[in-house]
């Protein structure tokens, strides 16, 4: 197919921004590539909602103050005075240890995300940093109280369970998919087969 008269010589057509979510995912990986994987976070937090990863992405963007795609000490510390939830310095190292799987002492956006599984599977102390940065950003524990946060949890643990059943039920509807193409295709076979045996 050609290019239409008008589109020639503009260059290549624009795609998503290398920025947004459907480019490169934040905090992860270079803008030259540099051979590390695309983190999706639809993909690998497959527990969590669209709107929810959407809101948690907000909420990152919101206080990476240095927009470098990451949260660092400082920033983390300003996050978590605005969430009424002030941490020690020593606290807010733990906090950002606990789920710093790279070992650069700060948070990219797959490793906040962490944060929010591993408080939906309830590996979280109650009385830990990340579990207050968890509960505060998404209940607003002055109203719910602490069954609203109870509750919050047990909803995420419930959505993680169905997630997995939902991806057992649509393995279970390909496999029968491809039975019934395979059998589709053997009837074929042999209907030519009997095809033959009469135009001899």
């Known amino acids: 197919a050609e290019e239409p008269e008008g589109r020639r010589g503009r260059g290549p057509r624009p795609g998503p921004a290398p920025g947004s979510p459907a480019g490169r995912a934040v905090g992860e990986g270079s803008p030259g590539g540099g051979g590390r994987r695309v983190f999706s976070p639809a993909g690998e937090f497959r527990e969590f909602s669209r709107r929810q990863l959407r809101d948690m992405e907000r909420l990152f963007r919101q206080y990476d103050a ?54 939906a599977a309830g590996e979280l102390q109650e009385d830990s940093g990340l579990h207050a940065l968890a509960r505060l950003s998404e209940i607003d524990v002055s109203t719910e109280g ?49 095809q033959s045996t009469f135009t001899q």
Do not use: C, W, Y
Not at 67 to 80: H, S, T
């Open 146 to 194: 602490v069954k609203g946060a109870k509750n919050f949890f047990e909803a995420k643990a419930q959505a993680i369970n169905e997630a997995s059943k939902f991806e057992e039920e649509i393995k279970a509807e390909q496999e029968e998919k491809k039975k019934q193409a395979e059998e589709l295709k053997q009837r074929k076979a042999a209907f030519k087969e009997l």
């Open 66 to 119: 240095g927009k470098d795609g990451f949260i660092d000490l400082m920033e983390l510390k300003l996050m978590m005075e605005k969430l009424g939830a002030p941490q020690t310095h020593l606290g807010l190292k733990n906090m950002i240890k606990e789920v710093d799987e790279d070992l650069d002492s700060k948070l990219s956006f797959r490793e906040f995300l962490l944060i929010f599984r591993k408080a």
